[in-house]
């Protein structure tokens, strides 16, 4: 059960990294016995430069490309049926070409790329893969023919230019991902996309009485973070209602006075919000600050 929650998840989250640059198809069907590719992309004609901010994600949706991300490591059997899904597609797009009468461009097949938590050196080697220079390590990539590249995502450098496919691992990599991913400036692209994403995973495992160990580390990690943001949504939400009942009380404040109210916590902007009846002037607002300064002051 736990497996389609987290397919779920690296669907939604490719999906809404990918979708300003292309065209995201998830679960797209292919023929023969109905299988799905779990994320089809197609980039747009015009290259988008914000791209870069997706560094080596970045690079496998340069050109069409077809994302299969694998919960448990992928078996041999499993790599073998992402290639057939490739194949199938190659010789779909190659029967549009002829009927359009127009010529296939090798950059137009897609290159499928296999994402998967780990990847034994026995299993890597069983398809003839290798390391290409200017590639990151933990990238390896299958004869040229086959258009097709295995990425384990343990061995991948813990780096930022790896962060965004370092989320779909497990264990400590997926954790510690998550712990970067927290840390990046606010409004960093995709940051608070992507948390609401992995706090709908956490939500969803929550309500799952049979968790594999990773799973319950995972609900352990996101517990703190979850809560800290929530907190800091919940003091977002009050700085901005307490500003603009201050401003309608007392009119336009300057910026030391708003800084001060934004290092105020959740109890005091409540309190603030009361207090602020009895104001007349932006002189009465000074003095209460003053106040909790002294307060926090003596305390320490």
Known sequence: MTR????????????????DYGEVNPSE?????????????????????????LVLLGKF????AILEPFRNPASTDEICDCILKLLEIKALVRREAKANKTKLQESEIPKLWV?????????LSSFGTIQKEGWLSGVYFLPDALRTAIVAIHQLPQAPETLWLRLLGRGSVQSQAIVELQALPLNYPYQKATLELVYNLRENLRVNQELE??????IMRLEPLYQRDREQAVQSGEQRLVLRLLNRRIGEIN???IEKIKGLSI???????????????????????NQQSDKSLSVD
């Open 267 to 289: 109890e005091q902007l409540e309190n603030l919000g009361e207090a602020l009846l009895d104001f007349s002037s932006v002189a009465d607002l000074e003095t209460w600050l």
């Open 4 to 19: 389609f929650i987290h397919d779920k998840f690296a669907k939604d989250y490719l999906e809404e990294l990918l979708k």
């Open 115 to 123: 994402l998967t938590p780990t990847g034994s050196e026995t299993r």
């Open 29 to 53: 069907k292919v023929s023969g016995e109905i299988e799905e590719i779990d994320v089809l992309f197609t980039p747009f004609k015009q290259q988008n430069s914000n791209l870069q901010v």
């Open 61 to 64: 949706a340069e050109y069409p």
């Open 255 to 257: 910026a030391s006075l």
């Open 213 to 218: 160990e990773d799973d319950r580390e995972l």
